[in-house]
């Protein structure tokens, strides 16, 4: 095994920043007005179960379909360019679709709001550039801040305010937008 802070990180970071648990406050806040709670645990754990699933069995995945991970990561960086210009401009560019029904924990919060496309995608271009067990630890770091998030987000939702929620929609949207382009040139290029 090969642990790296600094892997740990950056992998910690680019998640973060795609998952944008903050940035989805506000359809915490929803889901919780529509349904009267959410289920952190519930929601944390099978999120969790999604991303380690497909990053241990995603790449088999493509294999089965033909597709190698250079093109499955550039076209997961169009996707995750294209949720930063979402973030960043205000715009809803992916629809998103409202299923009624006790399972508002599994969907839509924890897939797709949290283990969506972008995180998945993220995934596959995060194992060809660091160590498994170095994202493995940041999908936990992840999780933890996801858990913490979703159990208080009432009490994150009075501090934030809605002009507060907006400006970190930005911020990780334009950060989403130049990790996009990074994964792009080193694929290309």
Known sequence: ?????????????????????????????DL???????????????????????????????HLLGVDTNSFAVAGALIIFLIGLEMTLGRNIFKAEEIQGGTHSIVPLAFPVIAGAGTMTTLISLKSQFEEENIIISILINLIFIYLVLRSSVWIEK??????????????GVILIAIAIKIIKTRLF
């Open 1 to 29: 095994m090969h642990f790296n802070l600094k892997e740990i990180i950056s992998s910690s970071l680019i998640l973060f920043s795609v998952i944008d648990i903050l940035g989805s406050i506000p359809i915490i806040i």
């Open 32 to 62: 919780r007005k529509k349904n009267g709670s959410i289920h952190a645990e519930q929601a944390t754990l099978v999120s969790g179960a999604i991303m380690i699933g497909f990053f241990f069995a995603g790449k088999f995945i493509l």
């Open 159 to 172: 501090k934030l305010g809605n002009v507060g929620t907006q400006i970190l929609r930005k911020v990780f």
